[in-house]
């Protein structure tokens, strides 16, 4: 069956990075898209990017652009979303999902990782 | 960005009711709108996409419709693991922005 497992919880200091793994099984990996998004505490949902696991191509959040870093690496059915700069509004529980339809379809998700960002 | 809003923001309703929400979207976005279900502490959940299109799995009693700037998603017969947020979500230009939610109790 589909899977993605992602990677513990994190906590950082503001300035810093963090890097969420998200491992696949169950499906061609090269087939299907990676997406990211991202759920501060208490609020809604914000998509961070996306990334073809085909091809490498990605199209990241323009407000975000800057300090997020999306890879696969195929041999392992991985793939990392890695975030700079972090701030405390980076707080949240970040998610990734296959995704098709260049992106614009996501079906299984991660079971989410809690990012805290405090000093 | 495309603005969408969601309306209501909740609702209260009972097992059996006939439920809808409304997805409006800043600017034209044809029909690509998704919709997800989200329980508290797990991941989304594709309910529909391209505004109609019944996600594998998914029971029939959810019917999405719309297009443009106006979009529904609509509960036949509430049943009691449908009390949940719900989201829509427009994939039409990047970045594909979400709704605020609607939260669905009983």
């Known amino acids: 069956q589909v899977q993605l497992v992602q990677s513990g919880a994190e906590v950082k200091k503001p300035g810093a990075s963090v890097k969420v793994s998200c491992k696949a099984s169950?499906?061609?990996?090269?087939?299907?898209?990676v997406t990211w998004v991202r759920q501060a505490p208490g609020q809604g949902l914000q998509w961070m990017g996306h990334?073809?696991?085909?091809?490498?191509?990605?199209n990241y959040a323009q407000r975000l652009q800057d300090r997020i870093i999306m890879t696969t690496d195929t041999s392992t059915m991985t793939a990392y979303m890695e975030l700079r700069s972090l701030r405390s509004d980076d707080t949240a529980v970040y998610y990734c999902?296959?995704?098709?339809?260049?992106?614009?379809?996501?079906?299984?998700w991660g079971q989410g990782t809690l990012v805290t960002v405090s000093s | 960005d495309i603005q969408m809003t969601q309306s209501p923001s909740s609702l209260s309703a009972s097992v059996g009711d006939r439920v809808t929400i409304t997805c409006r979207a800043g600017q034209n976005i044809g029909s690509f709108l998704n919709w997800y279900q989200q329980k508290p502490g797990k991941a989304p959940n594709l309910l529909m996409y391209?505004?109609?299109t019944l996600q594998s799995g998914v029971p029939s009693r959810f019917s999405g419709g719309g297009a443009g700037t106006e979009f529904t998603l609509t509960i036949s017969s509430l049943q009691p693991e449908d009390f949940a947020t719900y989201y829509c979500?427009?994939?039409?230009?990047?970045?594909?922005?979400f709704g605020p939610g609607t939260k669905v109790t009983i």
């Open positions: 990334i073809s696991t085909h091809n490498g191509d990605k």
């Open positions: 979500q427009q994939t039409y230009s990047s970045p594909f922005t």
């Open positions: 999902a296959r995704d098709f339809r260049g992106g614009r379809v996501t079906d299984y």
């Open positions: 391209t505004a109609s």
């Open positions: 169950g499906y061609s990996f090269t087939t299907y898209g």
